[in-house]
């Protein structure tokens, strides 16, 4: 009778959550606008993790809501959904990272395209590849891949557009001398 090898296994589980009031001047940042308004910012989540002597999965969903007190509608709820996959080998290591974004262009997009004055749904789906080999102890063969979707609700007439964008990269390294 052959028995199984023994693996050791590690399971994490990391909640969170932080609840803030704020006062802002101009949550629609635009220029010239001075209106001011209270709001209360609620975010929650939850890192998920196993890991093993050849890798490990993590997944972290997280919420972010704001509610403002005006008759505009400034509230938020905003989803995400991050993922990373990693296998080793001997020689060799698969990597994935993955995001699934639901939220709100003013907060989200000001970082990616810079000041967006208008205030619609967004969709963002990522995911990332990749691969390493060693092929001797001084020579790396690399293989990365990304690929990014972002769909905008009802965006007609705003300049924001829906958009897909994809990249590959392959990649050998060799080391001259030893470490």
């Known amino acids: 009778m052959v028995s199984p090898a023994a693996r050791a296994e590690e399971w994490s589980t990391q909640p969170w959550a932080d609840a803030s009031v ?3 001047h101009n949550l629609h940042m635009i220029p010239g606008n001075s209106e001011g308004i209270v709001g209360g910012i609620v975010n929650a989540g939850m890192r998920l993790k196993r890991a093993d002597e050849w890798g490990y999965l993590t997944v972290a969903p997280s919420l972010r809501t704001s509610h403002y007190d005006s008759i505009q509608p400034f509230n938020i709820n905003d ?3 991050t993922g990373e996959w990693s296998r080793r080998s001997e ?3 698969w990597h994935m990272d993955a995001e699934w974004t639901h939220d709100t262009t003013l907060t ?3 970082e990616v395209s810079g000041l967006v004055q ?3 749904r ?3 789906r990522y995911l990332a590849p990749s691969y390493s080999y060693a092929m001797s102890p001084r020579s790396t063969f690399t293989a990365d891949a990304a690929y990014t979707a972002v769909d ?3 965006a007609q007439y ?3 557009v829906n958009y897909t964008y994809g990249s590959t990269d392959l990649n050998w390294a060799y080391q001259w001398s030893e470490k």
């Open 108 to 110: 989200s997009e000001l």
């Open 91 to 93: 020689l060799g290591e």
């Open 22 to 24: 704020e006062y802002n």
């Open 122 to 124: 967004r969709l963002q």
């Open 158 to 160: 705003t300049g924001l």
């Open 118 to 120: 208008t205030r619609k």
């Open 79 to 81: 989803q995400d959904v």
């Open 152 to 154: 905008y609700a009802d």
